[in-house]
């Protein structure tokens, strides 16, 4: 019997809601609308003027609208600062990186070395080996 009557009444929300979006729907094709900053058209007119609202003098909105602007320079200003901090960590990364790799090119070098006998960067011809025959 509850869970009946929930229904009906949930039913009944929707169907005025429906309703409310039908009229609104009706009221806009008619032209009988009301548009903030604008004044009221008159039925079946397609032109609207713009009422400026004079904010653009008052001391309390100008202040607002800077406290709003400093607010988003600032945050602006601290994802600034944190791309900072990454740029700073990446360029030790990438210092120590780069002594790691010399390190390992000198080992290679070392390991090449001693495997042939020979500096690898040497222009001496390559020595031909005897004794194969």
């Known amino acids: 019997m509850l869970l009946t ?50 904010l653009n003098n008052d001391p309390l909105y100008l202040a607002k609208l800077n406290a709003a602007n400093i607010s988003y320079l600032k945050d602006q200003v601290d994802k600034l600062n944190g791309l900072k901090e990454q740029v700073a960590t990446l360029t030790s990364q990438t210092n120590n990186n780069a002594t790691a ?8 070098t070392a390991s090449s070395q001693q495997l042939t006998g020979r500096d690898p960067n040497s222009k001496e011809p390559i020595p031909i080996a005897t004794g194969l025959n």
């Open 5 to 54: 009557n929930v229904l009906i009444i949930l039913l009944i929300f929707l169907l005025f809601l429906s309703i409310s979006s039908l009229f609104k729907r009706f009221f806009i094709y008619m032209g009988w609308q009301r548009r903030e900053g604008l004044e009221n058209m008159a039925p079946n007119t397609a032109t609207s003027h713009y009422t400026d609202p004079g």
């Open 101 to 108: 790799i010399r390190g390992v090119g000198d080992q290679l």
